[in-house]
Structure formats: C-alpha cells, structure tokens
C-alpha cells in the first residue's frame, strides 16, 4: 500500500517532469522520416529559421512556425537554444500573431549599447526586427501588407514583449516587404536593416532600431529574377587580410533545380551602398532543399549559417504527418579566391564532431562494391567522407531491402555533381519531387575531396570542401541500409565512414 505523502509526491514529480518536457516532447523524435541530427520541431509545420542570435554562450533559434496545423498558416516565432549547435532543447513559442498580422520572418541583435532604450537599469535588451504580415489588408488586394516591427526581451530571450510603437518601419507601397536583416554597422555606429524588397534589397539604417533612414537599392539587375526575392542577409567576410561582402538573398521560386533557393552576391559595403564585385547568379547551395538560410547575429568573425531544409515548391505535402519540416546543419561559411572570382565556401559547423562515432577508413575503393561487406550495415546517421587523387564519373548509391535508393556522386562529362532521387521511395506526392539534380563543380583541383552527411531523410554534399554545395530530401518507405559505390575509373584513395549519434537522446 503506497502511503499517500508519497503518491502526492509522485504526481508531483510526475506532473513537474511532464511539465519540464513542454513543449518538447522529445519522446517523439523517432517518427519515421524524423530526422536524427538536424534541427525539427516537436509537432506541427515549420518553415523558415528566424532571429538567430548568440547570446550569453547560447544560440537561439527561432522559426516560422503555425503550432495549429502541420501546413502553413497564421506565423507565429517558435524557440529552440542550443550550447553547442548540435543538441537543441525546445522552448515555448516567442511570438504570436497579434491585430497588426502574422509574424513573418526577421532577425535579433543583441543591442549591447542599449540603443533602444528598451533595457531597464542596466539590462541588455535582445531585439527582435520582424515582419508583420497582415492577412486583411492581404484579402483586399492592398500593397501596404506587410510592415517591420520589434519585439524586446530582457531576460535573455526567455520572454517577449512587442514594442508599442509598432510598426517602426511602414510600407512604402511595395507588395512584397520584407524579412528584415539587422546588424551593427560599427565603422558609423549604426544599425543596418537589409530587407527583401519584391525584385531587390532595399537597405535602411537606424540609430537606435526605431526610426529607419533609406540608404540605398541594390539587385533589380543582378542575379536571378525567377521569382520574388526574400530573407536577405549581409556581413562582411575575411579573406587573408581582405575584408569581402556577402549579400544572401533567397529567392522563390526560380532556383537552379527549380523551386526555392539561396543566391549570393559578393562586394563591399560601405554602410550606405552595396557594391558587387560580380552580377551573375551564384547559388549558396544547387540541392533544392536549403531555403531561407541567414546567419547568427553575434558570432563576431565566425558566420555561421542555417537553411529551412525543403522548398515551397513541395514543403506542405512533404509524406510526414506530426511535424512538416527540419533545418540544415549549422554550417561555417568562408570565402575561396579562384581566378579572379570570390566564391562562398560552406562546411558543416565542426561541433558535428561531437556526436562523431569511431570512424571506420576502407582503402582502395574502386570498381562496383557493396560498401557495406567493409563498414557493415547503415544504422542511422553517418558522415561520409570520399578522397581520391583524380576525380571521374562515379556514384555511392544508399539503398534499402525494397530497392528504394538514393544516388549521389559525379558524372565527368558535363562536370556536376548530382542526387537522384528519383526512386528514394515516397515520390508521388508532387509531380517534380522525384528527380536528378545537378550543380556545376566549381574547383578545378584533380584530386576530389567531398563530405556527404546522411540522416534518416536528407543528404548534405559538399564538394572540394564546400565549393559546390547539395542539400536533398528523400522519403523511404524503409531507413536505407546498405552503400555501393560505383565507377568506371575513378579509385577513392580514402573512405572514412562516420556514425553519428542521435541529438535527441
Ligand atoms: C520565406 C518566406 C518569407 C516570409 C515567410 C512566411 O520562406 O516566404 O519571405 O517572411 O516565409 O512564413
């Protein structure tokens, strides 16, 4: 017979533990499909990260998202932090919807000098720059639906308040309005809004967030125009000693194997005018699901970005039903110089390392060969890694016992990189799901050095250390569990083969 004082004591704790957990629910990180080592909300639809900030040896990750539906619908900011950008713990909701709109996508800054005024006696308050959507005015066929506002927090982005005099950034006339990037602008002590603004970026400053001053225009005639431009992002870059630009600007649809992507241009600014040093389309990423990307604010030097891993071109219907949607890896940007070109580098943050199990190297790949006689069979997540002296056509099929399969690898004769994904098991729930997508190999190096990081449903390539980027999405009806490699010519020198441990657990 259980004393009562102590069953109380046990609903307590159960009721506390059952509390602790909302609204994580990190039980239910092992749906099928659910990935292992990205980022994904516990329920409901997910689309692009927002107002990632560092603060306080903590990264913050908001997201759209609609906690009602696991489509889209009225946007709301959803909260993850994180230590180390691997392991994520899931927060109450930071926005909600309110009479001026849905809240649309937008940045934080960490405002250190107080320049708000919003912090009390000393606090530094965090900042939220964010887009108020307004679904009425959107109804009447108005131009002036969206608008820029703010929300502040003064206890380390715990809890938001919304700044009264919203909004602080009025629309000027301009349909598509939206998705403000602010940073910190030292050399003139401002703050810098980068804002997507329907086929280009208008750039706005401030001296303390809540008055903005048009700077400047940049992008009608520059890179792809194939659809509306969005979730911009600006900062500077070093290169030996040089300090290059790099302007992100997302873009739906329109990307290079259709649908939603990420361009980059590269340049200087000079807190007034972005100047490019090239016009022609760059794409961050050629895979189609890397959308939405922007950068931490408060990193310092390092830039480290994160993508919305699907496209709009397919995310409402994606074959999962408890949550729609994950981010990309964290990834490191940097710049490489060929030629005459500035080119943008990404690699998976390297705290990835930290879910790293023992590696297992086989030497001397060639010809056709089931991968899985030397590594055993794939059970979840891994990192791949591939060297060889001389790059040629070659493939590294993932496949299951049903025959459904991924491909990934290199075909010499137009120089690409490629995933084909037009037999990875659920395909039909859109008709351009199920296909081969290519990007341009970028290094004109012999030898080949290419990481593939594999979860549950996504594979990220990156080529010559991140030069030519691909980011997919697959759904089988069964986890893959076995890897062939295949090439006429080509010898890998090296495959290390990593399992990487589950970020939930
Ligand atoms: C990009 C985007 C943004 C917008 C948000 C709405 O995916 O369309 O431009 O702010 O999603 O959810």
Redesign the pocket.
Known sequence: MIKPAILVTVLLLTTYCANERQPGHESLYNERHRPQIHFSPPEMWM??PNGMVFHKSVYHLFY?HYPDSNV?GP?HWGHATSADLVHWKNLPIALYPDSLGYI??GSAVVDVDNTSGFGKEGDIPLVAIF?H?DPKAEKESSTTVENQSLAFSLDDGNTWTKYHGNPVLKNPGIRDF??PKVSWYEAQKKWIMTL?ASDRIIFYSSPDLKTWTKESEFGKDAGAHGGVW??PDLFPLDYNGETVWILIV?I?PGGPNGG?ATQYFTGQFDGKNFTPYQTDTRWADYGPDN??GVTWSNTGSRKIFLG?MSN?QYANVVPTEKWRSACTLPRDLSIEKIDDRYLLRSTPAPELKKIAGTPIVVEDVSGNMDLSQKIGNMDGPALLQLTADSIQSFSITLLNDKQEKILIGYDRDDNTYFIDRRESGSITFEKGFGMRHTAPRLSSERKLVLDIVIDNASVEVFGDNGLTVMTGIFFPTMPFNTMHFQSEQMKIKLLTYTPLGNIWQ
């Open positions: 689309n692009d759209q889209w946007m649309f996508s887009t959507h939206r998705d997507a969005e979730c997302n739906n939603s959308y939405a919305w709009w």
